[in-house]
């Protein structure tokens, strides 16, 4: 097969978490001079695929071959791989089937390495991410099998296919907070206690401020209202009541220390409580590893590009990875209609992709 051919099949075959679609067990047979363990857990399909050439360093490139659900609207079928103008259309064309396809191919054609090349896969990233990269993860400490250097494949590239890898991620703080009032008949509002009434003044000093200036890598960390309810739908009582939902996606000058204290400094003198939970912690890899250099070497030789190093954007899997002390980056194509209806990839894209992690393996001493 080609890297276009793996592509399209990968494509075709519908794997909504926590269905890998059959392809672990695929690409395992595609693999064949490779050592394969799973390590699947209930219903979350893992692989780790890996092949020593020598005694060197041990690379790695992780990925998940689950996506989301297609949804509807969709001018193909969106497990078809419809290739039409340049394009390849399917749901997971950009996230992130265009990155497995591409350092799948990339591993199968290695012939001189030295060290350990290998693969972990998951079926369970788009999920709760509970039963997938983190349990491999564990697998690999335990029998000392942890690599040293990490590429996660998700798409990551902005205006122009080459232009930004991932170096770091921000964290992601939720909050939880309600707010206690007092119930009453709207006529008499002298008589209860609108919990409304006392949010609304506080809430421009909340809503959308930043908790931290960021830095070089970081933007800052913004404290983000998602959810304000209260009462009964109803016109003539007032709430008993108020609560509201924020999320923080916070960088590493922002704690959750800092945002319980945000929140104790405006509510000052409010009846609330407070529930905080961190769903991610922010991470950066130091921009003078091996990894890195090595990285944009490889894509400045295949695009001309110098990327970009950035830690915008959600989260990935490689929030598992940082925390055991492991240089890990993120680099993929574009990710402009990830989780959307028609969701698609330029063919040349994952052809340079592809290039960029041969050039990686074939350059790393």
Same mark, same amino acid.
């Given at each position: ?34 050592? $394969? *363990?799973? +390590? ?5 399909? %893992?692989?780790? &695929?890996?092949? #020593?050439?020598?005694? /060197? ?106 232009? $930004? *890898?991932? +170096? ?5 703080? %939720?909050?939880? &907070?309600?707010? #206690?009032?007092?119930? /009453? ?181």
């Amino acid at each position: 097969m080609s890297v276009i051919e793996l592509f399209k099949y990968m494509v075709s075959c519908k794997s909504e978490t926590p269905d890998d679609g059959g392809l672990l067990d695929f690409i395992a047979t595609y693999l064949p001079d490779f050592t $394969a *363990i799973r +390590v699947d857990v209930k219903d979350v399909k %893992n692989l780790f &695929i890996y092949k #020593k050439f020598g005694e /060197g360093e041990h690379l790695c490139f992780a990925g998940h071959v689950d996506v989301v659900p297609a949804g509807d609207g969709w001018d193909t079928n969106p497990y078809e791989a419809v290739e039409k103008e340049g394009f390849i259309y399917g749901r997971g064309t950009q996230d992130m089937k265009s990155g497995v396809a591409a350092f799948v191919q990339a591993v199968k054609e290695a012939e001189n390495f030295n060290g350990t090349l290998s693969l972990l896969l998951t079926s369970d990233e788009e999920g709760d991410a509970v039963n997938g990269t983190v349990k491999v993860l564990e697998y690999l400490k335990e029998n000392n099998l942890l690599p040293h250097a990490v590429v996660v494949a998700e798409p990551t590239c902005e205006e122009l296919f080459g232009d $930004a *890898i991932k +170096v770091g991620r921000r964290g992601s703080i %939720n909050g939880y &907070i309600t707010l #206690k009032g007092k119930q /009453g008949h709207a006529a008499y509002p002298e008589k209860a206690i609108n919990p409304i009434n006392l949010i609304a003044p506080r809430l421009a000093n909340m809503a959308g401020v930043n908790l931290d200036n960021g830095d070089e890598f970081f933007s800052p960390s913004k404290f983000v209202i998602t959810d304000i309810r209260a009462g009964m739908q109803v016109t003539n009582v007032t709430p008993n009541e108020l609560k509201m939902m924020f999320n923080v996606r916070n960088t590493t000058l922002t704690s959750q220390k800092d945002v319980s204290d945000f929140v104790a400094k405006n509510l000052d003198g409010l009846d609330y409580e407070l529930k905080l939970s961190q769903g991610s912690y922010p991470f950066r890899t130091n921009t003078d590893t091996k990894l890195v250099r090595n990285m944009d070497a490889a894509i400045e030789k295949v695009t001309g590009l110098k990327p970009r190093h950035s830690t915008a954007g959600g989260t990935s899997d490689a929030r598992f990875i940082a925390p055991l002390g492991i240089p890990v980056i993120e680099f993929g194509v574009k990710n402009d209609t990830i989780h959307s209806v028609n969701e698609r990839t330029t063919i040349k894209e994952v052809e340079d992709l592809y290039e960029v992690f041969k050039t990686l393996i074939g350059m790393w001493k």
